[in-house]
């Protein structure tokens, strides 16, 4: 019988009491379980702001709307009734395609909240600066520009609301004992400084999540952008120094803080070149002559696809050409029109009343272009 008696205590424990455990430990805490009276000490309210803190009920997981304040509300695009902070932020983290107008509401909310808060002394010291913060982030420009219109100077994006070393201004623990030096005061004291924590901690959830989807947009945008200008590089027309100068004219320098992408058209400014002219005008049985080329003015443009790859690309030159035959002194003057892969056709005419098809092609791009022994050398220069 004592045998059966063990055997049966023992099957209660391995299999009743764990159970139990496993469910008070799925529990959720009960943040408004934590109360301070008027004879709790500053090492007890401390105690107390730390595991409200570590428990997930400032601002975080948990989120005890109590200590937030009356003014915690929000009306969210699409709802017909205000939610709280809380709620809002878990919502708006949770859903699949973040809203960012919807997370500037919230943002503005959660600093309107903040500075709804009635401090006094060291605390209001606190919320100025929280406050100062947060309207520091500039989140009405990163939330409402494209990535590629902001300044490199806006795309170090700091999320954090309290990691400052040094930064008396935001010290928690210090302004909450200085406050519970008088017992009476220590609850409210925890509740003011709860409450201040959490904004900030609301503030850098929202952050973290803008954060998130503006990375991801900033590194697709340098994508395609980098990709934009090797296309240029490989698929454009070659230009001489004295045209990258004449260029640069146009070039908006206001632009300059910004990665830019590359223009969609050039400028092409006594352009040497090759090819060969079409004419039956002498009678040696050769009408095909190979010919110098001089692209004294013209225009280039282009469009880019999703891919940054060039397309639609057209252009045109005002040219003089000589051709290599020995009878021939008059020069060739006509227009030229770009295709793309960098070849060219036309029409010149000469003082003989003579005209002439003219092919070209943009011998500049054989030294541009990237070749194997160059591909080396560079690997060899890294």
């Given at each position: 019988m004592k045998q059966l008696n063990l055997s049966l205590i023992l099957f209660i424990l391995l299999t009743i009491l764990p159970s139990g455990l496993l469910v008070a430990q799925n529990q959720p805490f009960d943040c408004s379980g934590i109360k301070l009276d008027e004879q709790t000490t500053a090492d007890q309210a401390?105690?107390?702001?730390?595991k409200l803190r570590l428990k997930g009920c400032l601002g975080d997981t948990l989120c005890n709307t109590g200590l937030l304040g009356s003014n915690s509300t929000v009306q969210l695009v699409g709802q017909s009734a205000p939610m709280?902070?809380?709620?809002a932020v878990s919502t708006w983290e949770s859903s699949k395609k973040k809203d960012v107008p919807e997370a500037a509401s919230i943002i503005t909310a959660i600093i309107s909240s903040l500075e709804g808060i009635e401090t006094s002394g060291a605390e209001s010291v606190i919320q100025a600066r929280l406050v100062e913060e947060?309207?520091?982030?500039?989140?009405?420009i990163w939330?409402?520009?494209?990535?590629?219109?902001?300044?490199?100077?806006?795309?170090?994006?700091d999320i954090k609301m309290f990691d400052r070393d040094p930064n008396q201004a935001i010290d928690f623990l210090a302004t909450l004992r200085?406050?519970?030096?008088?017992?009476?005061?220590?609850?409210?004291?925890?509740?003011?400084?709860a409450a201040l924590f959490s904004h900030g901690q609301l503030m850098e959830r929202m952050l973290s999540g803008l954060l998130k989807d503006y990375r991801q947009a900033a590194i697709k945008r340098l994508n395609l952008v980098d990709s934009m200008w090797g296309s240029v590089r490989t698929s454009a027309r070659a230009v001489y120094p004295w045209e990258i100068v004449f260029n640069n004219f146009f070039i908006d320098i206001d632009e300059i803080d910004i990665f830019a992408p590359p223009p969609d058209h050039q400028y092409i400014l006594l352009h040497p070149g090759l090819g060969y002219e079409y004419s039956d005008e002498f009678d040696d049985g050769e009408p095909l002559f190979e010919t110098a080329i001089l692209e004294v003015f013209g225009y280039f443009h282009w469009s880019y696809d999703e891919k940054g790859e060039l397309k639609r690309q057209f252009g045109g030159s005002l040219v003089a050409s000589w051709r290599?035959?020995?009878a021939d002194e008059n020069l060739g003057l006509g227009v030229m029109f770009h295709l793309p892969r960098n070849w060219s056709v036309g029409v010149t005419y000469r003082e003989n009343d003579e005209y002439s098809l003219l092919f070209g092609v943009?011998?500049?791009?054989?030294?541009?272009?990237?070749?194997?022994?160059?591909?080396k050398l560079r690997g060899l220069l890294n």
């Amino acid at each position: 019988m004592k045998q059966l008696n063990l055997s049966l205590i023992l099957f209660i424990l391995l299999t009743i009491l764990p159970s139990g455990l496993l469910v008070a430990q799925n529990q959720p805490f009960d943040c408004s379980g934590i109360k301070l009276d008027e004879q709790t000490t500053a090492d007890q309210a401390q105690m107390a702001f730390d595991k409200l803190r570590l428990k997930g009920c400032l601002g975080d997981t948990l989120c005890n709307t109590g200590l937030l304040g009356s003014n915690s509300t929000v009306q969210l695009v699409g709802q017909s009734a205000p939610m709280n902070l809380c709620k809002a932020v878990s919502t708006w983290e949770s859903s699949k395609k973040k809203d960012v107008p919807e997370a500037a509401s919230i943002i503005t909310a959660i600093i309107s909240s903040l500075e709804g808060i009635e401090t006094s002394g060291a605390e209001s010291v606190i919320q100025a600066r929280l406050v100062e913060e947060m309207k520091a982030k500039r989140i009405e420009i990163w939330t409402t520009s494209e990535i590629g219109e902001l300044p490199i100077s806006d795309w170090d994006m700091d999320i954090k609301m309290f990691d400052r070393d040094p930064n008396q201004a935001i010290d928690f623990l210090a302004t909450l004992r200085t406050k519970c030096a008088v017992a009476t005061d220590c609850p409210e004291a925890l509740k003011d400084i709860a409450a201040l924590f959490s904004h900030g901690q609301l503030m850098e959830r929202m952050l973290s999540g803008l954060l998130k989807d503006y990375r991801q947009a900033a590194i697709k945008r340098l994508n395609l952008v980098d990709s934009m200008w090797g296309s240029v590089r490989t698929s454009a027309r070659a230009v001489y120094p004295w045209e990258i100068v004449f260029n640069n004219f146009f070039i908006d320098i206001d632009e300059i803080d910004i990665f830019a992408p590359p223009p969609d058209h050039q400028y092409i400014l006594l352009h040497p070149g090759l090819g060969y002219e079409y004419s039956d005008e002498f009678d040696d049985g050769e009408p095909l002559f190979e010919t110098a080329i001089l692209e004294v003015f013209g225009y280039f443009h282009w469009s880019y696809d999703e891919k940054g790859e060039l397309k639609r690309q057209f252009g045109g030159s005002l040219v003089a050409s000589w051709r290599n035959h020995p009878a021939d002194e008059n020069l060739g003057l006509g227009v030229m029109f770009h295709l793309p892969r960098n070849w060219s056709v036309g029409v010149t005419y000469r003082e003989n009343d003579e005209y002439s098809l003219l092919f070209g092609v943009d011998a500049a791009k054989w030294f541009t272009k990237e070749g194997r022994w160059q591909q080396k050398l560079r690997g060899l220069l890294n």
